[in-house]
């Protein structure tokens, strides 16, 4: 059995908001946080198929996350 992790760390301008909004996918591939101005997400895994499917939602989501976060804040 192969052991995959990552980290995928993007900046935002809310990121307590965005890594909020993210929060309830942290299961047990997931974990996102924010730190240092932005958001980090630790990804660790032993299937390809389901690390790239979790990835895949993940972008999807961090990018609806990022929009709504923007348009509540103004």
Do not use: F, K, Q
Request: charged share 15%; glycine share 6%.
């Amino acid at each position: 059995m192969i052991a995959i992790e990552g980290t995928i760390r993007t900046t935002h301008a809310h990121p307590a908001c965005v890594a909020g909004a993210l929060s309830a996918d942290n299961l047990s591939l997931l974990s996102t946080t924010a730190a240092d101005g932005g958001v980090v997400t630790e990804i660790h895994g032993s299937r390809l198929r389901s690390i790239i499917a979790s990835v895949d939602d993940y972008l999807m989501n961090l990018a609806i996350a990022e929009e709504i976060c923007t348009y509540v804040s103004h």
